[in-house]
């Protein structure tokens, strides 16, 4: 099969198209036809060597943890699954990812692709979504009627974010610039913050949760807004160096998370998809090239793109 992969740690001209095996599977996994891949932080974080000390394996390496495509064959313990059926998911990180004609998936991570999305629809929606639904109602613990300011509502994760808190019966705050305000506003915002002009510590007061999606200074001040007495701040980007200073002797929660993949939240997710309460946002499509993978990195380390950035194969 064809792979782009990387043989050691750089900018994005360390990407290269190999010929590689196509993956053995266990009793308990699906070899799936990728027909769609996405682009995360993580592929172009860990193709420049950020992530070694979490993830040291032996090159080469095929990025990506994105999938939507068709099932090929299944292993002999497999049985809710059979070739042929549709499905997408955030496979487990390993050293073999989906930057590739076919790809391994445990079944306990797969859910089936909704009839009304496009495999491209569907590849932009695991890693991202998985991590709002997680950072919302696994760790924030969101309720009904709380309100919850998502942090880069444009952004691949905040898309879906929004989505996911508003279908759940939240007031949901996002902040964006005002180009963005059409397409928040259409996801479901209640109320928007321009980053650009103006202070989340000057409109926001008493919020229940914070999704942290930027980290650092935006992290340490979203702290100032948050109910004192029940507030909570989840993650996605680690923890800033003065949160614990801040939060200390208050009653205020933070937890900084890292997503653990989950068949059955995406299936929830999946579930929403098809009664057209959450959607993909896509900024790009890229085809499946050595090329396009290069122009698509390049794009998605901007931290620029509105939604998600898709390989399409």
């Known amino acids: 099969m064809q792979a782009v992969v990387i043989n050691h740690y750089g900018d994005e001209s360390t990407l290269e198209m190999a010929t590689l095996p196509i993956p053995e599977i ?21 193709r420049e060597g950020h992530l070694q000390q979490m993830f040291d394996w032996e090159f080469p390496i095929v990025l990506g943890w994105d999938v939507a ?11 809710d699954w059979k070739i042929g059926d549709e499905v997408f998911a955030r496979p487990d990180t390993t050293r073999n990812g989906t930057y590739a004609q076919f790809t391994a998936v445990d079944t306990s991570l797969l859910a089936h692709k909704p009839n009304n999305i496009s495999f491209e629809e569907a590849a932009a929606v695991p890693l991202a979504s998985e991590t709002a639904y997680q950072a919302l109602f696994t760790h924030g613990h969101l309720q009904p009627n709380e309100t919850v300011l998502i942090q880069a509502g444009s952004g691949g994760v905040g898309t879906y974010a929004i989505q996911l808190a508003k ?48 980290g ?18 989840i993650s996605i980007v680690g923890e800033s ?14 937890t900084g998370i890292w997503l653990q993949p989950n068949g059955d939240n995406l299936q929830e997710i999946a579930n929403l998809m098809s009664e057209d309460k959450v959607k993909s946002i896509i900024d790009s499509v890229f085809p499946f090239s050595k090329d396009g993978i290069v122009k698509a990195h390049q794009l998605s380390a901007t931290n620029h793109s509105t939604g998600k950035v898709i390989i399409k194969f």
């Open 26 to 46: 266990t009793d308990s996994q699906v070899l799936v036809e990728v027909k769609a891949t996405s682009i995360n932080p993580i592929d172009w974080k860990l």
């Open 69 to 79: 495509g068709i099932i090929k064959e299944v292993g002999s313990k497999v049985t």
């Open 167 to 214: 279908a759940h019966g939240a007031h949901v705050i996002t902040t964006t610039s005002q180009s963005h305000f059409e397409l928040v506003t259409d996801l479901g915002a209640d109320e928007i913050v321009d980053y650009r002009n103006e202070k989340i510590t000057d409109k926001l007061k008493n919020i229940d949760l914070v999704i942290d999606t930027l």
């Open 216 to 233: 650092g200074a935006n992290q340490e001040e979203a702290f100032s807004v948050l109910n004192p007495k029940t507030g909570r701040q």
């Open 241 to 254: 160096k003065n949160t614990q200073d801040i939060i200390k002797d208050t009653n205020l929660q933070f």
